[in-house]
T-cell receptor
Framework: DTAVSQTPKYLVTQMGNDKSIKCEQN?????MYWYKQDSKKFLKIMFS???????INETVPNRFSPKSPDKAHLNLHINSLELGDSAVYFC?????????????FGPGTRLTVL | GQNIDQPTEMTATEGAIVQINCTYQ??????LFWYQQHAGEAPTFLSY????GLEEKGRFSSFLSRSKGYSYLLLKELQMKDSASYLC????????????FGSGTQLTVLP
């Protein structure tokens, strides 16, 4: 069974559209994250939720809105997509928010905005 | 700001040993992770260091010197499947647990 899963794996869409990426973890973890990996391979934190509550909200456009219906799910909705949003988006989870906690990553969603 | 530096690319031969360096300048330090990422796949955890010294795990070892802001990942008995990107990541100080990643070192293992 996949520990952290994301759908879809690939997403190709036009500028201006609205899209969502879903993430689920079956590890029983309390904390979930969204990362963006750009073409230069930098992995940058976007959001983090602990027990459904937002704890990290980096400087991302407010077109990006995370939603956590329960602690096993963290979805990412993006409004009015722009060319610069093209990247690979990774979901991750960790047991809690301790510095020693390993983060487990999903397979990624490759978003291409045309 | 936080700054983490790694070489962009390295090449080594199957069966050899390779050392991937990482230097960091962050506002405080709460631990350093190494992740492996194969092309088109998710990063996977390799090691964690928070105290100075060497952590060994099979063919992989990771070293940390907090006073120098320096870590390395040592891969022994290289195999073709070790060709991947190796990401160094640091937890700076602060109440938010924001893991800061370097841009990764792309290792190519040649036969």
């Amino acid at each position: 069974d996949t520990a952290v899963s994301q759908t879809p794996k690939y997403l190709v869409t036009q500028m201006g559209n609205d899209k969502s990426i879903k993430c689920e973890q079956n590890l029983g973890h309390d904390t979930m994250y969204w990362y963006k990996q750009d073409s230069k391979k930098f992995l940058k934190i976007m959001f983090s939720y602990n027990n459904k509550e937002l704890i990290i909200n980096e400087t991302v456009p407010n077109r990006f809105s995370p939603k956590s219906p329960d602690k096993a799910h963290l979805n990412l909705h993006i409004n009015s997509l722009e060319l610069g949003d093209s990247a690979v988006y990774f979901c991750a989870s960790s047991p809690e928010v301790r510095f020693t906690d390993t983060q487990y990553f999903g397979p990624g969603t490759r978003l291409t905005v045309l | 700001g936080q700054n983490i530096d790694q070489p962009t690319e390295m090449t080594a031969t199957e069966g050899a040993i390779v050392q991937i360096n990482c230097t960091y300048q962050t506002s405080g330090f709460n631990g350093l992770f190494w992740y492996q990422q194969h092309a088109g796949e998710a990063p996977t955890f390799l090691s964690y260091n928070v105290l100075d010294g060497l952590e060994e795990k099979g063919r992989f070892s990771s070293f940390l010197s907090r006073s120098k802001g320096y870590s390395y990942l040592l891969l022994k008995e290289l195999q073709m499947k070790d060709s991947a990107s190796y990401l160094c990541a640091v937890y700076p100080s602060g109440s938010a647990r924001q893991l800061t990643f370097g841009s990764g070192t792309q290792l190519t293992v040649l036969p």
